[in-house]
């Protein structure tokens, strides 16, 4: 049952308006123990779209993320992917089903190779089949990507900047094919420039066609970048917001 707070305050625009939609989530619920986590959580993203959630700290914002990638089962609510239902059972469930995740305590380990971190994204299995050289250029093509195709693959992870080890987190989860690409407040450590070279690869990935779902406690992020906002109060998804829709009251 749709939430009745749940709202489309103005129509998408145009070109997004008939994309279909790759993931619907109603009704989402998650305690853990006493605490009601996640309380009933509802939105919609479609293909091509920028999606962001918005919410206090301990709203649900993290457990959403975390139900949508597999690493938690949700205990009420229901969740469709291009239009079939489904539940991650764990989070190789939600890569195979294409949903890339940079965690909020997403890891870069220092004293390993760029590469190395990268390729902390596959399993043994695929990396045993790559060769040297195919892995090197898979690496590559996965950090040229967010915009650090120039950085030595073999240098220490540590010796590069804060900016830099984010993008790395983020060109890890580019390693699988995929649709939807998560990033939980994968910005707040890391100054307006950066952000914004950021964000300028998450609007390459939407111009091909790809959606993406972040984390964001900033008005400006949103303004920037979002087409549709999703406003998490308590565990309770309480508004879904088009572009141009959304103003400081909702934060
Ligand atoms: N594994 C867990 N065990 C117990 N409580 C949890 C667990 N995960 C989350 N919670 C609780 O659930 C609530 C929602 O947490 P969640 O991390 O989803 O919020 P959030 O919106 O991501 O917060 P923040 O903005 O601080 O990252 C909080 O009260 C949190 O303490
Ligand atoms: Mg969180």
Known sequence: MKSAVHQRAIEPPADRKGMPLLLSADGLRRTFGETIALDSCSLSIREGEIHAVVGENGSGKSTLIKILSGIVRA???????????????????????????????????????????????????IRRKMTPLREREAVRKALAAVGIGNLDIERLAGTVSLANRQMIGVARSLMRPWRLLILDESTSAIDIEDRDRLFEVLRSFRGEGRSILFVSHRMDEIHALADCTTVLRSGRSVASLERGAVSSEIL
Request: glycine share 10%.
């Open 75 to 125: 205990e009420a609510g229901t969740l469709d992917w291009l239009g079939r239902q489904a539940s991650f059972a764990n989070p190789r469930a939600a890569q195979d089903a294409g949903i890339a995740t940079v965690f909020q305590e997403t890891l870069v380990l220092p004293d390993m190779s760029i590469r190395d971190n990268v390729m902390l994204g596959l399993d043994g299995m």
